[in-house]
C-alpha cells in the first residue's frame, strides 16, 4: 500500500481542485459531477476486471478501460490500480494511461485558462 499512496494522492488532489474549481465558477457544475461519475465508474470497473481475471472470466478489453480514462475517469481508474493492484506492471498500459492522463490534464487545463467561466449555478 505505501507504494500505492502517492497515485492515491494525486488521483484525490486532482478531484479536489475540479470540486473547488468548481466552488470557484472556473468550471460549470458539469464537469465536476461528469469526473466524479466517470472516476466512481472506473474504479468500479477495474474492481470487477480483477475479479473477472482472478476467475477467468470474461475481461474488459483495455482499449475500453484506456477510453473511460480519456473521457474522464482516469482518477478513479488510478485508484482502482492501485487498490486492486490491477494493471499496475503492464508497461504499455501504463504508457498509455498517462499519456491519457496528459491529455485530459491538458484538455482541463485549457477549458480553465481559456475561459470556460459559466455562469450558472
Same mark, same amino acid.
Given at each position: 500500500?505505501?507504494?500505492?499512496?502517492?497515485?492515491?494522492?494525486?488521483?484525490?488532489?486532482?478531484?479536489?481542485?475540479?470540486?473547488?474549481?468548481?466552488? !470557484?465558477?472556473? =468550471?460549470?457544475?458539469?464537469?465536476?459531477?461528469?469526473?466524479?461519475?466517470?472516476?466512481?465508474?472506473?474504479?468500479?470497473?477495474?474492481?470487477? !476486471?480483477?475479479?473477472?481475471?482472478?476467475?477467468?472470466?470474461?475481461?474488459?478489453?483495455?482499449?475500453?478501460?484506456?477510453?473511460?480514462?480519456?473521457?474522464?475517469?482516469?482518477?478513479?481508474?488510478?485508484?482502482?490500480?492501485?487498490?486492486?493492484?490491477?494493471?499496475?506492471?503492464?508497461?504499455?498500459?501504463?504508457?498509455?494511461?498517462?499519456?491519457?492522463?496528459?491529455?485530459?490534464?491538458?484538455? =482541463?487545463?485549457?477549458?480553465?485558462?481559456?475561459?470556460?467561466?459559466?455562469?450558472?449555478?
Amino acid at each position: 500500500m505505501r507504494k500505492s499512496l502517492p497515485y492515491i494522492v494525486v488521483a484525490l488532489v486532482l478531484l479536489g481542485l475540479l470540486a473547488w474549481s468548481r466552488l !470557484d465558477a472556473r =468550471l460549470g457544475p458539469m464537469v465536476f459531477w461528469w469526473y466524479l461519475g466517470l472516476s466512481l465508474l472506473a474504479f468500479g470497473i477495474y474492481g470487477w !476486471d480483477k475479479l473477472s481475471a482472478r476467475r477467468s472470466w470474461r475481461r474488459i478489453p483495455e482499449k475500453s478501460l484506456h477510453l473511460l480514462a480519456l473521457f474522464g475517469g482516469w482518477p478513479g481508474a488510478l485508484l482502482g490500480q492501485q487498490v486492486f493492484r490491477h494493471k499496475t506492471s503492464k508497461r504499455s498500459f501504463q504508457w498509455a494511461y498517462w499519456a491519457i492522463v496528459a491529455l485530459n490534464c491538458i484538455g =482541463l487545463v485549457a477549458l480553465v485558462w481559456f475561459g470556460a467561466e459559466t455562469t450558472s449555478a
